[in-house]
Every structure is written in C-alpha cells, then in structure tokens.
C-alpha cells in the first residue's frame, strides 16, 4: 500500500519583505482567478445564446405537440388503464395525480390573514397549530369533505387536486416530458 503524498512544508515568512512578496503573490492568483471566471461565465454565455433560438423553438414544438397529446387522453379517458396510461410505440402517457395541498384561494388572501380567520370561529382554531399560529394544512386535508367549495374560499383557501400529464419516452436515459413547466436550461440563463 502506497503512502498518501505528504502535505507540502509551508515556509516561515521571515521578514517584512517576504511577508509582502507573499501578499502580492496572493493578490495576483486571486485577479488571476478573477479573470478565469470570466472568461469561464463569458464562454458559457456565448454557448447559452448560441443554442438559446433553436432550443426555444424546440420547446415551443414541445409544449403544443404535448398539449395536444393531453387533450386528445383527456377527451379519450376509455383509452387509458385503470392508472390513467397509456403505452404507446415509443413512450407511455397518462396523468399523476400530485398529492393535494391547501393553498391561498386568491393573492389577496395571506398565511397571515387566514390565521386570523380562523382563529375568529370555534370551529376554526382546531385547523391551527400553535404556539405561533399556523394554518394546519393536514388537518384541514384531512376533514376536507367537511368542506364547501365556498366555505374553503371565505376563510381564503382552497384544495389543489389537479393532476398532471406526462409523456414518458421508453428506454434508458429517457426524459420524461410535461408541459408547462421550464426546463433548467431555460432556468440557468
């Protein structure tokens, strides 16, 4: 077994001149680095914008074509298996049913002013967690067929249960396709 490399002897700065050498030493490595960075981001910049046209182009084909694959399952329920999919020739779609979450019902609403809300009626603060009142959103999930639609809506929630198409290319290193979301290139720039 080979012994590990053994960690370099750090000389003894002796003097004041070998303190500033050693000084104008750091300062030129960090400009150093400095630069190297940029050019580093520049090079990345130039590829980005390079491939920015014809990657926003593809991703327009992208969302229709699939958006246009989703209402046709939507329209053809029949044609999907019991887990709401289809395989087709070369990837299989269907829709995901995201777990539900409790959310604003609209941006008027705030955690803040549905606390206060609640925390008005009897019935209300058994859907708070205390000491510091927060809206307690599993509850409320929980006893979420007590609800109305409109009593949600007056104490400024309401519950998300909207799934999710997707189209998954069969085969190894496959990028599962949804619409509406942004791809992380598109993200990075």
């Known amino acids: 077994m080979e012994n590990p490399p053994a960690a370099p002897v750090v000389p003894t700065i002796q003097n004041r001149r070998q303190l500033e ?22 090079e990345i910049a130039a590829v980005r914008e390079k491939y920015r046209p014809l ?3 593809v991703e327009r084909y992208l969302l229709l074509e699939t958006a246009w694959v989703e209402t046709w399952a939507r329209n053809n329920p029949a044609a999907l298996d019991h887990r709401r999919s289809l395989a087709c020739a070369g990837a299989t779609i269907g829709f995901r ?24 009626t009897a019935w209300g603060r058994r ?34 249960d909207q799934d999710r198409f997707y189209v998954t290319p069969h085969g190894a290193g496959a990028e599962e396709s949804a619409p509406h979301e942004r791809p992380d290139w598109q993200e990075a720039a």
Request: proline share 5%; charged share 30%.
């Open 127 to 160: 859907y708070l967690r205390v000491p510091a009142p927060e809206v307690n959103k599993d509850a409320i999930l929980a006893d979420r067929a007590k609800f109305t639609p409109d009593e949600l809506r007056q104490l400024g929630l309401k519950i998300v």
């Open 21 to 42: 050498a050693a000084v104008e030493n750091i300062l030129q490595l960090q400009l150093r680095r400095t630069e190297l960075f940029a050019a580093h981001d520049r």
């Open 55 to 57: 990657l926003d182009e």
């Open 97 to 120: 049913a995201p777990a539900l979450r409790v959310e604003w019902a609209s941006r008027r609403w705030t955690w803040t002013a549905i606390v206060l809300k609640l925390g008005e």
